[in-house]
């Protein structure tokens, strides 16, 4: 598993519905607490929410024992959770990686999985999106080959400007 140290013994696998409750309070804590949603935005609801996006898209998450380490939502084109997927592009949203397991590779870990299904299905691209705010994450898509499509840049209903990055699935690898 690329990323993840060995001796770590970090698993990358489907969530389960045991899992669905510590995905939303690990994903609501590293968007609020970390500043990057606003305490009293709608969207909390979505982030804690794991059954619902379970229903029509694919969660993943990173787990140690059984300790939640990250976990991240890939959404299908004309699927529910695909805010910006288009035909051939795998989008994954909600990247959330616990403080005591960042600097492990668990972020790269996840992407590695969105990038080896996209490849498996035959997508020309993974997509996502993210802002200002999410360094630590921009610098991981930038090491991973995103590629930033300032044409596709949006904004939250509140006006916070999202920033979209692609990465290009080369055929026959």
Do not use: C
Not at 26 to 46: C, D, F, K, M, W
Not at 132 to 139: C, L, Y
């Amino acid at each position: 598993m690329t990323g993840v140290r060995e001796g770590d013994a970090v698993e990358i696998r489907d969530a389960r519905a045991g899992d669905f409750a510590a995905i939303g309070e690990l994903t609501v804590e590293v968007y609020v607490g970390e500043g990057h949603v606003n305490p009293r935005s709608p969207y909390i609801a979505q982030l804690a929410d794991t059954a619902t996006r379970a229903a029509s898209a694919e969660i993943l998450v990173a787990v140690r024992g059984d300790e939640l380490l990250g976990s991240l939502t890939m959404a299908r084109p004309g699927t529910p959770f695909a805010d910006i997927a288009r035909p051939g592009e795998l989008e994954f949203r909600m990247l959330a990686v616990s403080k005591r397991a960042r600097g492990l590779g668990v972020g790269t870990a996840l992407m590695d999985r969105v990038i080896d299904t996209a490849r498996a299905e035959g997508f020309d691209a993974v997509v996502l999106t993210t802002m200002p705010t999410m360094q630590d994450a921009r610098r991981m898509y930038d090491r991973l080959g995103f590629a930033h499509v300032p044409e596709r840049d949006w904004r939250t209903d509140a006006g916070l400007p999202l920033t979209v990055m692609r990465l290009e699935i080369a055929a026959g690898e």
